[in-house]
């Protein structure tokens, strides 16, 4: 098992739709929950992080997260074309290893 | 602040040749992160440094890769003699704190052929 999974995608979402992106992990002990987004050529960027069970709002952004079930999500509420990326999840494993999944690959259509 | 900062963006050497890449951390922050990214493989962590010190260095891939944080401001890695499976996007990120988030540099695309 992979120590962080997501959906590859292609996940597509009309404009304004709400979009769902999911991770689950399997460290138990892991503490620290990160999102960050990828276009095309350009380097990951923070989205959100979350610590704590339960979820975490930003703007449009909500991440939720529960440790019970080593799962992390991402909810990108009214998404607009600007949106369309890849969504890396990342957790922290051991001492301060962070763990990247493959990436889901976000489509908004206009 | 500027935020990470890397050098050079592009990079395309033949095979054989020795490749240095550079980066410099967000001020203040404790902790640099190198990172590669191939389609095949996603980003893998290569090694990181805590206050200057490689902490784990399990990730490189072999003894052609080595990394150097001589101060708190700049890190290389270097990888001589470079070979065509290494051609990749190398990112540096850096973070204030042990289990933080990271800040990604714009990362060098090194092209070996």
């Known amino acids: 098992q992979k120590e962080v999974e997501q959906n590859s995608g292609p996940l597509s979402v009309p404009e304004g739709a709400i979009a769902s992106l999911n991770c689950t992990y399997s460290?138990?002990?892991?503490?620290?929950f990160f999102w960050y987004r990828q276009y095309s050529g350009k380097s990951p960027e923070l989205i959100m992080f979350?610590?704590?069970?339960g979820d975490k709002e930003d703007g449009r952004f909500t991440a939720q997260l529960n440790k019970a079930s080593q799962y992390v999500s991402l909810l990108i509420r009214d998404s607009q074309p600007s949106d369309s990326a890849t969504y890396l999840c990342a957790v922290n494993i051991g001492d301060n290893d962070m763990r990247f999944g493959a990436g889901t690959r976000l489509t908004v259509k206009p | 602040d500027a935020g990470v900062i890397q050098s050079p963006r592009h990079e395309v050497t033949e095979m054989g040749q020795e490749v240095t890449l550079r980066c410099k951390p967000i001020s203040g922050h404790d902790y640099l992160f190198w990172y590669r990214q191939t389609m095949m493989r996603g980003l893998e962590l290569l090694i990181y440094?805590?206050?200057?010190?490689?902490?784990?260095d399990s990730g490189m891939p072999e003894d052609r890769f080595s990394a150097k944080m001589p101060n708190a401001s700049f890190s290389t890695l270097k990888i001589q003699p470079s070979e065509p499976r290494d051609s990749a996007v190398y990112f540096c990120?850096?973070?204030?704190?042990?289990?933080?988030?990271?800040?990604f540099g714009p990362g060098t695309r090194l092209t070996v052929t």
């Open positions: 990120a850096s973070s204030p704190g042990r289990g933080y988030e990271q800040y």
């Open positions: 979350i610590y704590s069970n």
């Open positions: 460290d138990r002990g892991s503490q620290s």
């Open positions: 440094f805590n206050n200057n010190v490689p902490i784990d």
